[in-house]
């Protein structure tokens, strides 16, 4: 065989060897959709919308435009019915989510962990959940549930605010009218401190509290200045740090699997970063060496009460017997180890 027959030959034999990746690719191409729908309840204001759009951008930029997302706010794809949102991934209705394990807890019974009251408290707490055991075994259990979780956010802490008047005990709460999450263990919790819950979408919330049909609700402050709620008669606010709402960032399974191996490392990475940058930008002024957001809700004309270790303890004690309840219906193994990872991480 002479030299022109050898390159030949060899030329046809890397061909061979490279067609199964270029059909491989090719086909997995095919099963790619123009655009996929990504669910959150909040907008771009937010830090919650923020974090959705970083990884919106850095996974239309890393695929070069293959897997292209767009944002779709205000839980738009199922008529704002946040507490659907969850069985709506696993059908396909939506393509992916950042979620709140608030909304999804109906269908997932462990992701009411992060509604016990007064479990984490703080920011060091919350971490020692998520980012150890407990936030993987939760991980396996979402993921066991029917979607592909990938990384996590953060809504924040969830604090008080109201029309009527300043919150520092259980009895300040008497027969004030709050907007809840459709969560069961919110109207139990609230129910116990003597308030009078109401379960409404937050594309509901606005206009009820507008209208005084509620005079209360709760959210992390973040929301409370984007959505500009000291417009809406919210002129109290009581820190109490007694839930913390991470996010989930997760895919539909079906849409998962039509992706090749490499795409998926490269939404997953995305994920992971943009939680990251989205957490940071959760905790911006709500942190120990920064509390640069209370002053800001101060500058509204709002009242902002800090409650100490002592009164949080007032609350904790009337919620004690919803907390036994939820870890039995939670799972006493997961509550407890979530409690040790709390109570190392306050001996750090």
Known sequence: MDRRSLLKAGAAGSAALAAPFVV??????????????????????????????????????????????????????????????FSAIRQGVIDMAVGSTINWSPQVKELNLF?????????????????????????KI?????????????NG????????????TPADMKGLKFRIVGSPIFTETFTALGANPTQMSWADAQPALASGAVEGQENPMHIFTAAKLHTLAQKFVTMWDYVADPLIFVVNRDIWNSWSPADRDIVRQAAVEAGNQEIAIARKGLTKGDMSMVKEVEALGVKVTQLTADEKAQFQKVLEPVYKKWAKQIGPDLVKKAEAAVAASRKA
């Open 24 to 85: 491989t690719r090719a086909a997995h191409a095919q099963n790619y959709k123009a655009e996929y729908r990504l669910s959150t309840v909040v907008g771009t204001a937010f830090p919650w919308g923020k974090g959705a759009d970083i990884w919106i951008n850095l996974v239309r930029e890393r695929t070069q435009g293959r897997i292209n997302m767009k944002l779709y706010p205000g839980v738009s794809l199922i008529n704002g019915d946040q507490t659907r949102e």
């Open 115 to 139: 509604s016990m009251p007064f479990l984490a408290q703080d920011h060091a707490g919350l971490d020692a959940i998520v980012r150890g055991e407990v936030g993987d075994r939760v991980m």
């Open 142 to 154: 979402v993921e066991k549930a029917g979607v592909v979780p990938l990384a996590w956010g953060e």
């Open 157 to 168: 802490f969830r604090e008080l605010t109201n029309s009527k008047r300043e919150i520092r």
